[in-house]
């Protein structure tokens, strides 16, 4: 006979609890999209997109579709926990869906409604906003979508990655979950929103490690060892290429890029030597890209007879 | 005749390129159609963000029919020949008709091109015109993107309605079926709407709270703000270009007053108002005294629920927006212009010119240099030339580009500069073009011009002067902009030295420029033609005095060609134009090169004619005068006419020269008037080309007087007519 009591989960409440909101987008995509749930890729970096279930999954003609949240590192937007929506590590929340559904806006709206916005209550609206990221080769036609007039997602279709035209084309969506669960709880302080329905805030888990992070971020870190990393991980990129392990490369692309961030906010990049680092690091991601899409060609045109990467 | 609707549903269309969609629709269809060759003018076109649409009316219901004749080869040609005349024709032997040309059996095929119906017509143009179409930036999507050929669109096209006089045209593109079933609005009607035919569809699509009619969007927009405005007791700030993008933006609008925190007011009006139309593209307000209000107007795309719940929204979005802006206010305040100067050392002009602090160092050296009217303001344009790209720097014009220049007075202004460095700084980048105001005071006029006239030199003296289309440093509006200061302003100044002037100042700082003087005041005579055209004055006109050289002195020269448009329009400036040209023909006929050149021909040539010695030369002036004075003496007795107009130029050219070096323009006009006369009358009367070598040679040399004189106050050659 068993002492344990069956677990019923909770309904969530995702108006009123940050990880509840983020456990519905879950329930909602993976029920709706079909879509893998990831965890986050255990490196550090500066949006969701980096992420390999994103970017090197967007590349090939096989079907993929994953969601996940990814924490993001921005060095430079670190304001010592003191401003009420600038932070240097955020979530975001990523779709990817590939190829492209033709009812991805239906979906994407039903999410929204998932979390509490009720579009007859708030005014949605998609704006023109078109991404590229030159550091990955990529570039798509998309929108930020606005709720009340706050952009609260980012929504491509992606064209071209690494440099390679998207056959099939995948949509993506970036949702900035700090500020849709601010805008839901109707908090106007980050570190005020309920992290869950048991009393936690968001201050309380986060607003010690801003501080904290701020400070490291702009005043202790020691540069020359930054210095000393960023070169290390452009040399250990270039070894993992040589050796045909692409996804170990672009491990260390990313790498390059936080550690350049970092550079950055230290204020020890002169503006002549930017462009210079940003041109290696481009090279860097750029260059795993194409070896990871090369890489797998073969298999991919195996499977998907008439299909070439260019 | 039948009535054609298309509609072309498309997620959404960025606002800013539904304009040239509805255009680059209506020219693909008026393409297909007159390819059919049907004849046809009453059309309708519109666009939501999630729409084209397409109304033909009075479609005729079948094209006409089409006879054609080709001609072929003659009787008796190899049948080769013959079969191959057929196979291009589309028809067989026997339909072949022989006909007498010129005496010759040939072969004629009369083609029949029956007339076809619309629909089979709009059938194959509906395709083409979805495949043309050319958007600024388009896209594939879906699981056809698999392959690269799939169909672009500008957003994924996902509907096509064609119904012709109510039915539908059946096509299919990119794997989407032609039906009768759209959608309404994107949160306010659920499943499809179906449409009967081109009648009912605006009022259908209305019903489901889509208005279709981009333009009956915009006036609502218009006057829904207008409105709202003035139930808030307030005036509404027009911006017609906020108004289209978004009627672009929204397919049911409602426009919505909410207020922002009255503190946020500290901050200047344009930064306001740019923080609120750029990021959020929200109308602003002003009082009953015409400052800027604590409200804002935000365009909603549904009719909401509870309105104050978006207007909540969006205020919380524009307060964080203006915190930012406000933020930046405070943080660039925290150094003072001087201090934000240094950065400039950093921010490099361009890679051949130097720095921005480098110019800031010729700014005020070439304040330094200036004299007449704007002395007075040199020790204000001084101060503010150290200052005027400070604000480049600064925070605010980081993150809004188009407040360079004013963002840096409003600094200038809170740390105490006094009014006029304040203006030179606000007003350096005016005017802006043809329409823009000119900056306010002397010290800001010096300013304006200072700024202008060392990117000219500079990009000019380093070769990157425009070309064609291309004017990446905007150097056609800096030329403009000082054209109309000068002129505007009545500035008595040479350019020439002023190039010269700001060229030695790169050169002083090792910057290698080239001298680009002559370049640039061709440049500016282009210009100013073009600046001119506007105002009716003449661009022959202009040319005609350019082209006497060295006249950089362009009130001056403008009061000049003015007084030759007034002169040339006289019947007597139109038969002097005619006298001169006749004269320089003849003179240009004979090879008439002068005294002196008369002189050559017969071998008496003087040798010191050939000396540059500068010690000579008014040595050599002299004798050469003689010459001249020899030349008027004549040794035979002139006839009447020749005799009138020896006399009337004895006293017309020394006029007209004099009232030229004073300035006195309609002067000089009327000396050479009084020449008009006598020149008719020397042409009625004398030959020029006497039989006697001695008689011709004095009255080429009299033409040529004439032609000098009249050549001193403008190059009658250029004039047109």
């Known amino acids: ?310 | 005749m039948a009535d054609f609707l298309l509609e072309l549903r498309c997620e959404e269309i960025p606002a800013r390129m539904q304009a040239g969609a509805r255009a680059e629709l209506e020219k693909l269809f008026r393409r297909e159609l007159e390819a059919a060759g049907v004849k046809h003018d009453n059309l309708r076109i519109w666009s939501t963000p999630r729409r084209l649409a397409l109304i033909a009316y009075d479609l005729p219901a079948a094209t006409e029919a089409v006879s054609e004749e080709a001609k072929g080869p003659p009787e008796g040609a190899p049948d080769a020949a013959v079969d191959g005349f057929c196979k291009k024709n589309g028809v067989t032997r026997d339909q072949l008709e022989l006909r007498d040309v010129k005496g010759r059996m040939t072969w004629f095929a009369v083609i029949e091109q029956p007339g076809r119906p619309m629909a089979e017509v709009l059938a194959e143009a509906i395709p083409a015109i979805i495949r043309d179409f050319s958007w600024p930036k388009s896209m594939r999507w879906g699981a056809a993107s698999i392959s690269t050929d799939s169909l672009r669109w500008v957003r994924p096209l996902s509907g096509i309605v064609a119904l012709l006089d109510g039915e539908v045209v059946e096509v299919e593109v990119g794997g989407i079926r032609s039906g009768r079933e759209t959608m309404g609005h994107r949160f306010h009607h659920e499943g499809p709407i179906t449409i009967g035919s081109a009648d009912d569809y605006a009022e259908k699509l209305r019903a489901c709270h889509v208005i279709v009619d981009h333009e009956e969007r915009a006036r609502l927009i218009r006057e829904g703000a207008a409105s709202v405005a003035a139930k808030a007791g307030l005036t509404l700030v027009a911006d017609e270009g906020l108004v289209i993008e978004n009627a672009g933006l929204t397919e049911y609008p409602v426009p919505l007053l909410g207020r922002f925190d009255e503190a946020f007011l500290d901050v200047p009006p344009e930064v306001i108002q740019l923080t609120a139309r750029v990021n959020q593209k929200y109308f602003v307000c002003e009082d009953a005294e015409g400052k800027l209000a604590n409200a804002f107007i935000c365009t909603a795309n549904i009719a909401a629920k509870d309105p104050a719940v978006v207007v909540d929204g969006n205020r919380k979005v524009l307060a964080a927006r203006l915190s930012d802006a406000r933020f930046f206010w405070e943080q660039d305040q925290k150094k003072t212009l001087r201090q934000h100067a240094k950065g400039l050392e950093r921010i490099t002009f361009h890679e051949k010119l130097g720095t921005v602090a480098q110019r800031h160092e010729r700014f005020v050296s070439l304040a330094d240099d200036f004299q007449g009217e704007l002395a007075d303001a040199v020790p204000d344009a001084r101060e503010a030339a150290a200052l005027l790209k400070a604000d480049l720097v600064t925070e605010m014009v980081g993150e809004f580009p188009e407040l360079q220049g004013g963002m840096g007075g409003y600094y200038a202004q809170a740390e105490g500069l006094r009014a006029p460095v304040v203006a030179a700084i606000r007003d350096h980048y005016k005017p802006a073009g043809q329409a823009d105001e000119l900056p306010i005071g002397d010290a800001a006029t010096l300013t304006a011009l200072i700024d202008k006239v060392d990117a000219l030199v500079g990009f000019f003296g380093a070769d990157m002067k425009p070309t064609g289309s291309k004017d990446p440093f905007a150097l056609r509006r800096a030329a403009l902009g000082v054209i109309r200061i000068i002129t505007e302003r009545h500035l008595r100044l040479s350019l020439e030295r002023l190039f010269d002037a700001a060229a030695q100042l790169y050169r002083n700082q090792g910057i290698e420029v080239a001298n680009a003087s002559t370049d640039l005041l061709d440049f500016f005579a282009d210009r100013l033609k073009v600046q001119q055209r506007e105002a009716g004055v003449r661009h022959d006109l202009i040319d005609a005095v350019f082209a006497l050289g060295g006249e950089d002195d362009l009130v001056r020269l403008l009061a000049r060609v003015h007084a030759l448009q007034a002169f040339v329009g006289t019947e007597d400036g139109a038969n002097l134009l005619a006298g001169y040209k006749r004269a320089a023909n003849i003179l240009k006929k004979e090879d008439w090169r002068g005294p002196e050149g008369e002189i050559a021909r017969t071998g008496e040539e003087d040798p010191l004619a050939l000396v540059d010695d500068p010690d000579l030369a008014p040595v050599i002036a002299a004798k050469m005068a003689e010459r001249h004075a020899a030349a008027t003496q004549l040794s035979y007795t002139p006839e009447p006419a020749e005799k009138a107009l020896i006399d009337a130029l004895a006293v017309a050219a020394p006029r007209a020269a004099e009232a030229v070096q004073t300035e006195r323009f309609a002067d000089a006009m009327a000396a050479l008037a009084t020449l008009r006369a006598p020149i008719d009358r020397f042409f009625e009367e004398v030959t020029v080309n006497a039989a006697e070598a001695e008689k011709r040679a004095a009255r080429l040399a009299l033409l040529a007087r004439f032609r000098d004189a009249v050549h001193r106050v403008a190059d009658f050659s250029r004039i047109e007519g």
């Open chain 1, 1 to 310: 006979m068993s002492a344990v009591p069956a677990f019923t989960p909770a309904s969530r409440d995702p108006a009123r609890s940050f990880q509840d909101m983020i456990l519905t987008l879950h329930d909602f995509w993976s029920a709706e999209g079909q879509c893998v749930i990831l965890q986050p890729y255990d490196m550090r970096m500066g949006a969701g997109t980096f992420h390999t279930a994103t970017t090197l999954r967007a590349l090939g003609p096989e079907p993929w579709n994953a969601a996940f949240v990814q924490p993001c590192r921005r060095p430079t937007d670190g304001r010592y926990g003191e401003n009420p929506n600038r932070l240097q590590h955020y979530y975001q929340y990523q779709v990817i869906l590939k190829p492209s559904p033709g009812d991805i806006q239906e979906l994407y709206l039903r999410s929204l409604a998932a979390i509490g916005i009720d579009p007859l209550a708030h005014d949605i609206r998609f704006v023109e906003d078109d991404w590229e990221s030159p550091t990955l080769g990529a570039w798509g036609l998309g929108w930020e979508v606005w709720c009340d007039g706050m952009e609260v997602t980012q929504f491509t279709y992606f064209q071209q990655m690494g440099g390679f035209d998207c056959k099939p084309v995948a949509g993506e969506l970036t949702y900035g979950l700090e500020r849709l669960a601010m805008y839901i709880q109707g908090v106007d302080n980050v570190y005020d929103l309920a992290f869950n329905s048991a009393g936690v805030s968001y201050g309380e888990v986060f607003l010690e490690n801003e501080r904290q992070m701020s400070k490291w971020n702009f005043e202790v870190a020691n540069t020359e060892a930054l210095f000393d990393l960023f070169a290390k991980a452009e040399a250990e990129c270039r070894n993992a290429l040589s050796a045909g392990v692409p996804i170990a490369a672009y491990e260390q692309a990313i790498e390059a890029s936080h550690v350049f961030n970092l550079l950055q906010a230290r204020g020890v990049i002169s503006v002549q030597e930017r462009a210079s680092y940003m041109a290696r690091v481009r090279d860097l991601a750029r260059s795993s890209c194409e070896a990871y899409a090369e890489k797998m060609s073969p298999e991919w045109q195996t499977k998907y007879p008439g299909w070439s990467l260019v």
